[in-house]
């Protein structure tokens, strides 16, 4: 968590921004959750921690952390996203069900291999991305819709 912090100072000064205790906290928080998250399951965390971090705290931070590689949106749902943290994720995708919404994450080193094959081919830089695919889980896909 140290590294991640000491990389954070300078990336929001750089931006011209004051580095905060809020936008600390918000990072260490994001840092902690395992899968997916969206603003409300971020806000109720602090809230249940008694936290004054506010909803718009958060919505003015997730960009930064975009921004600065720390975490992505990863799909949107119900009208807005959600994220995962992208330091420590190894490459997957995401299987999206369209009726249900249950989303079924895939890891596998033959996407990590692929993608860096690709990377060298075209000799880019790659940042960031997210693969999703749309469809109907087990359980829904005998449903007629």
């Known amino acids: 968590m140290e590294e ?3 990389d954070f100072k300078p990336f929001i000064k750089k931006k ?3 580095y905060t205790q809020e936008r600390e906290q918000i990072l260490k928080e994001i840092v902690s959750i395992k899968g997916h998250f969206d603003v409300e399951d ?3 965390r602090f809230k249940e921690k008694n936290s004054k971090i506010s909803k718009a705290s958060i919505y003015r931070t997730l960009p930064l ?3 600065g590689g720390y ?3 990863v799909y949107r749902q ?3 996203s959600h994220y995962e943290v992208t330091l420590t994720k190894t490459p ?3 299987f999206i069900c369209i009726h249900c919404r249950e989303v079924q994450e895939i890891t596998d080193e033959r996407l990590n291999v692929l993608i860096k094959e690709y990377e060298e081919e075209r000799e880019y830089k790659l940042l960031t991305y997210h693969l999703e695919i749309f469809g109907l889980c087990k359980a829904c896909k005998g449903l007629k819709l």
Do not use: N
Request: hydrophobic share 45%.
């Open 4 to 6: 991640i912090l000491r």
């Open 16 to 18: 011209g921004l004051k």
């Open 42 to 44: 971020l806000y109720l």
């Open 65 to 67: 952390l975009v921004e």
């Open 71 to 73: 975490i992505q949106e």
């Open 78 to 80: 119900d009208g807005h």
């Open 92 to 94: 997957h995708l995401h």
